[in-house]
Structures are given as C-alpha cells and as structure tokens.
C-alpha cells in the first residue's frame, strides 16, 4: 500500500538504481516458512528481480547494496527504488521497544527521486525520514513473490491497500487507538493512497 507520494509512481525512464540487500530480502521473505517451521526449499523472485523483469526493456537497472560516492556521481540515475526494513524474527525474538526503521545517508539522500519500499511485519518509526521520501510504500512481509511489489509500483496495477491498524509516530505514542484524545499518528486506521494502472492513467 502507498503512505505517502510526492511524486507520480509510473516509471518508464532510462536509468533506475536499486538499493537493497537480496540475501536480506529472502531472510525476510523465507524466515518463518523455512527457517522456523519446515525446510521446503521453496524459491521465490525478489523485488530487485521482479523490477528487471517487469521494466521497458530499454530502461537500465543497476543493482547496489552500499553504492559509493563516486559511483554516484559517475552515474545519471533517473531513479532510486530503496528497499529497507527490519532483520527477520519471530516470536518472542522480535520484542523491540524503540521500533525504529534505520536509513542511511544515501537512502534519504535527495539525489534522485526514488520511491522507500519497506519490508516489516508491523509499523515502524519512520517519521524523521518522511520529508526526504518521495513515496513511501509498505510492502509489509510480502512472502516469496517479489514480482507483486513491482507489479503495483511500475503501474502495471493501481495500489489500492488500507491500513488495518494505526501507524504510530514515536513508540511513546504508544498504545494508540482510534478516538483517544492523544490520536495523532502520520497515518491513521484505513489510510491508504489509491492510484491507477498505467494502462488507465494513458486513457485519462
């Protein structure tokens, strides 16, 4: 689902950077099935792959987990696709008081615009990143199927989702729930941004 948009999601350009860490992604995404509960030897298409698969076959994609400077520099990206979110856990593993989702420089860096995917189970602090976000999209856990996140942020399908609970700004907010005189989040119960397919937005 879309939290946030600065900026319109369809993206037919020539030069697309994507920041992420496969190995985490697949932790992320097979951790409870594989890890936790059975070793199926499942597989599974990670966003990065479902991005080179799904964009024109003249757009370019470069993959890199810690980009450096100069190769910044000596590269004219017309875009940024950042995919962040939280180490794998399940259960008692995963109490984590502050609940803070962490960004480098390079990912809240305004060098490009760029669209912030984040894989996480829950909500997360992201408030002092916001206004560095182009478009925020909560991916949540998205299983072995990164091909799904694509399909929505390339514009081959319009975003739609709503929230089912409260984003929180700060973890001191919580527990928070709709009607409390403190009821103040970024993102309130059944928010969500709605956009349309490409193929819609061409007719318009």
């Known amino acids: 689902m879309v939290l946030a948009s600065n900026s319109k999601l369809l993206i037919r350009i020539q030069h697309i950077i994507v920041v992420e860490s496969e190995n985490r992604e697949y932790v992320v995404m097979y951790f409870l099935i594989l890890n936790y509960q059975c070793s199926c030897g499942l597989t599974g298409t990670t966003i990065l792959a479902a991005v080179e698969n799904t964009v024109d076959q003249h757009t370019e994609v470069v993959h890199s987990e810690y980009p450096e400077t100069q190769f910044l520099k000596s590269n004219k990206f017309s875009f940024a696709i950042v995919v962040v979110g939280e180490l794998p856990y399940c259960e008692s593993f995963g109490d984590d008081k502050k609940k803070e989702l962490q960004m480098n420089s390079f990912q809240i860096c305004g060098l490009w615009k760029k669209s912030t995917i984040t894989i996480s189970g829950r909500p997360l602090v992201i408030e002092p990143y916001l206004p560095k976000i182009d478009a925020l999209v909560a991916a949540w856990l998205p299983g072995t199927e990164g091909q799904g996140v694509a399909d929505v942020l390339l514009g081959d399908y319009g975003f739609t989702g709503r929230l089912a609970g409260t984003w929180f700004k ?19 119960f059944g ?14």
């Open 170 to 188: 700060t973890v001191d907010q919580l527990p928070m729930n709709v009607g409390d005189a403190h009821y103040d989040p970024p993102f309130q």
């Open 191 to 204: 928010y969500g941004l709605t956009t349309l397919s490409a193929e819609l937005r061409s007719s318009e």
